[in-house]
């Protein structure tokens, strides 16, 4: 088992940062990739931002790109999305995700269905 433990989230106004932070901890797994996602009110979950292990590949969203920043530090077991330029549209309820095993590709970490761990969430809203 992998808990996964998300800060950072709050109220911003449009144009303004945040820093998100995810903790993982597990005392029998290894963990992988790991990727912020997240999800409006009456939307779908979507893909934000993933990053292998070894940090050799990171995605994100067209919607975020050049705005966040995915980052992880493996000696803490942690994943932070730095987010800045924030728009009304980020407005959301952030996910971070795991993968305890090795993906066949590292695109996989685009989509939700590759990983097997979640947190709880955090909001955060982004007023205009």
């Known amino acids: 088992q992998v808990q996964l433990d998300e800060s950072g989230g709050g109220l911003v106004q449009a144009g303004g940062s945040l820093r998100l932070s995810c903790a993982a901890s597990?005392?029998?797994?290894?963990?992988?990739?790991m990727g912020w996602f997240r999800q409006a009110p009456g939307k779908e979950r979507e893909f934000v931002a993933a990053i292998t292990k070894s940090g050799d590949s990171i995605y994100y969203a067209d919607s975020v790109k050049g705005r966040f920043t995915i980052s992880r530090d493996n000696a803490k077991n942690t994943v932070d999305l730095q987010m800045t330029r924030l728009k009304s549209e980020d407005t959301a309820t952030y996910y971070c995700?795991?993968?305890?095993?090795?993906?066949?590709?590292?695109?996989?970490?685009?989509?939700?269905?590759?990983?097997?761990?979640w947190g709880q969430g955090t909001q955060v809203t982004v007023s205009s």
């Open positions: 597990s005392y029998t797994l290894t963990v992988y990739g």
């Open positions: 995700a795991a993968r305890s095993s090795l993906a066949s590709t590292s695109t996989l970490l685009k989509y939700d269905y590759y990983y097997n761990f």
